[in-house]
């Protein structure tokens, strides 16, 4: 479970630093200005009741709490345990 924010599963996270260069690149480097935590990329939410998608994870949990686009990227993220 998440405090604040969402529980969503990721194809990848990356470490403020190391997303800095590919977003940097295509002009989205400045959104990870004054973000704390990791960047989750191709993320789909995780739902605790049902059987539906996103329902289990085998990629990587983590808990963002800061802007979600559209699943592409989740910014503020914490791995946890499951």
Known sequence: QCATGTLSCCNNVLSQHDAQGPLGVIGLGHIL???AG???VN???ITVIGT???ATCTQEPVCCD???YNGILN???TPINV
């Open 75 to 77: 910014l503020g993220c």
């Open 43 to 45: 993320c789909n939410p």
């Open 66 to 68: 800061h802007n979600n």
């Open 38 to 40: 990791n960047v989750g």
């Open 33 to 35: 200005d004054n973000i």
């Open 52 to 54: 539906g998608q996103g």
